[in-house]
């Protein structure tokens, strides 16, 4: 059995298409679904029971012992960089974050878990995953503090030999529809392309970033996943890594794939970034795979092309959702 929390979100559901494509059917969804359209995520997977993140950990104990308990996959969190409510950030990524692990601590429950390449912050430390650089990251926003908060914990409270974090970069892929802003530009892209046959990116207030040429380490979610299940059914490895492609590219690179996928001439626009955003902007993200590479993991990648082709060809255009 196989505890996924999140799972009817972005990633989570994706992994859960991973997951029953490796014959795995015995799984727990814990999420959150309110009045979004994420429970669409949810069609046509297989799982044993769904409960709602805040009844699930009073639920927690029905599965003590579990002698057939394989892991913990906490993949659920507030994922909102735009989130201001720090109290509920704390409370959802945060303490419930400390519950769950130490639940699966005591029952010698492998945990696996979502962290985020939000805890960087402007970069100046760099983007190694690597314990001593963890400790003196900065984030920027409350959503990246609350994960960072957790890493932290675990770090200083020397439990890392018991988990798999993932800092997770610009993932981007289908299941992603219901977050609104949070949804990837490939998404936002599409829609603008085929409304009015351009796009509008972000101008650049650094001089040494054009317009356009602000960059980001762009995964596709297929790799994530097929990297997440990689530590789970091959790796003894434990630690926080990171899950990126270690290439950046810019803004105007994955606006020019969509345009390729859609075969339309290039057109964008350049608008003013509000300026709530520009002290708390990323201009460059990387993910350094140096720990990963150390540790004999193997990792491939799409290129960014190829993602977004497919995204938006067998996806987009179809509307459909992420089946194995």
Known sequence: MIILTGGAGFIGSCFLSKLNYEGEK??????HLGYT?????????SFLDYFEKDEFLDKLDKFRPHKKMKAIFHIGACSSTMETDASYLIENNYEYSKKLAMWAF?????????????????????????DENTLRLLPLN??????????????????????????????????????????????????????DRKIKLFKSYRPEYKDGEQ????????DVVNLMYHFYAESNVR????????????????????????????????????????EKYQYFTQADLSKMREKDISISFASLENSVADYVKNYLEKNSAFLA
């Open 26 to 31: 015995e799984i727990i969804v814990v999420d």
């Open 37 to 45: 359209s994420k429970w669409n995520n949810l069609t046509g997977k």
């Open 106 to 130: 005591d029952n010698n429950v492998p945990f696996y878990y979502a962290s985020s390449a939000a805890t960087y912050g402007d970069g100046r430390f760099g983007y190694s995953d690597e």
């Open 142 to 195: 409350m959503y990246g503090y609350s994960k960072h908060l957790f890493d932290l914990w675990l770090l200083k409270n020397k439990l890392l030999d018991k988990v798999v974090g993932f800092k997770y970069f610009n993932v981007f892929g289908p299941n992603e529809y219901h977050k609104g802003e949070m949804r990837s530009l490939v998404v936002k892209a599409y829609h603008q392309i085929k409304k």
């Open 215 to 222: 960059q980001r380490d762009f995964i596709y979610i297929k």
């Open 239 to 278: 630690g926080i890594f990171n899950v990126g492609t270690g290439r950046a590219r810019t803004w105007n690179d994955l606006a020019n794939a969509v345009f390729s996928a859609l075969e339309i001439p290039t057109q964008i626009e350049y608008i003013d970034m509000p300026e709530i955003m520009r």
